[in-house]
């Protein structure tokens, strides 16, 4: 790894210091530590998916398999709360939270890597396919000798994951961690900013942003040049699972007699939308090769025009809507405060491509 990159990283941890965003003293040696931390969790961890690969292929729903481990994990992190001497004093708030917060808060989490285990979970590539054929079929694959390059290639080709079915939505495994982990994160950030006397509005948009400055620095932009809608959406989502438990006259989590219950059982189906999924809600950012990935979408439009696909981004237009995360999310694109994925949008590359002579 050459000195230029290091600098590329150290400048981003810097900004992370500079923003509020990681909270420790500015010293040199946690400075570096962090670089090294960031720069091996980013190439290690930090996943993304091609939606385009297998777009207009039959994946079956596993929403009925994810659905039924979810439950079984939030039961046993409320049974662990309840053995805890105190816990009957906790709000449900702070209960919502370590549910969150027990999928872990590390990236490529023990939940992820069970869907990529499970056999009965079918997944698109297989996973026995290595990463590195996979990227090679991938919209992000373009021959470079340029050292940066290749060393990008290198983040993306370790990073690349398979795409499931849940609920009728094909989304990339990464998102699973994203909904949990950095929807804790959200989560946090909410409650942090409520009880610091901001509307639910504001704490919600707070949360975003932190998101936002996520997918601009080193988890995003900065280390594989991805700007991830859907990862965005995906950490929102996770947030609002959070919040969802302890709303409304009768919540998901109660206290009964000093006990915490979970009355309904959780359906990720009510969390997972078609802005996860990043055929129909497409990244942006600035990749060296965009202009290749632009060109190598094109080639997916007959696969879009398929009558597989038109169904489904027909069941997607049709069936939700738009959350209040990629509402505001538009709202920043359309004041340029964030990268725009328009130029990547397969139902505008596709519509063009059709119109030109």
Not at 206 to 212: M, Y
Not at 318 to 338: A, P, V
Request: charged share 25%; with cysteine; proline share 3%.
């Amino acid at each position: 790894m050459t000195n230029a990159i290091l600098d590329v990283f150290k400048l981003s941890i810097n900004d992370e210091y500079n923003s509020g965003f990681l909270k420790s003293r500015k010293s040199n040696f946690i400075s570096n530590y962090l670089t090294i931390f960031f720069i091996f969790s980013s190439i290690l961890l930090s996943a993304e998916t091609d939606n385009y690969y297998c777009m207009d292929q039959i994946i079956p729903d596993a929403s009925s398999l994810v659905n039924e481990e979810f439950n079984i994990r939030v039961q046993n992190t409320i049974e662990s709360i309840n053995a805890k001497n105190g816990s009957e004093q906790m709000v449900c708030a702070e209960v919502a939270g370590e549910i969150l917060k027990s999928f872990g808060v590390s990236l490529a989490t023990d939940f992820e890597v069970w869907i990529h285990k499970n056999e009965n979970i079918e997944k698109n590539p297989p996973t026995p396919l290595s990463r590195h054929k996979y990227f090679k079929k991938t919209i992000y694959y373009k021959k470079t000798l340029n050292p940066l390059h290749r060393f990008w290639d290198f983040m993306l080709w370790t990073q690349i994951d398979p795409v499931i079915n849940i609920g009728g939505v094909y989304l990339g495994t990464d998102k699973i961690t994203h909904f949990t982990a950095s929807g804790y994160l959200y989560y946090k950030t909410y409650q942090k900013s409520l009880k610091g006397g901001m509307s639910e509005e504001e704490s919600v948009r707070t949360a975003i942003q932190r998101g936002i400055k996520s997918e601009k620095r080193i988890l995003g932009v900065k280390s594989n040049g991805i700007f991830s809608y859907a990862d965005l959406e995906a950490n929102y989502q996770g947030m609002k699972l959070g919040l969802d438990l302890c709303r409304g006259e009768n919540p998901q989590l109660e206290l009964i007699d000093g006990t915490w219950n979970l009355e309904e059982k959780i359906d990720l189906t009510n969390y997972i939308n078609p802005y996860l999924d990043e055929s129909f809600n497409s990244c942006a950012g600035k990749h060296y090769k965009i202009k290749k990935v632009i060109q190598n979408i094109t080639d997916y439009c007959p696969n879009y025009m398929s009558e597989t696909v038109q169904n489904r981004f027909e069941f997607y237009s049709t069936q939700f809507e738009l959350s209040e995360n990629m509402k505001y999310l538009f709202e920043l694109q359309s004041d340029n405060k964030i990268p725009d994925n328009r130029k990547t949008m397969l139902q505008n590359i596709c519509t063009d491509s059709l119109k030109t002579p």
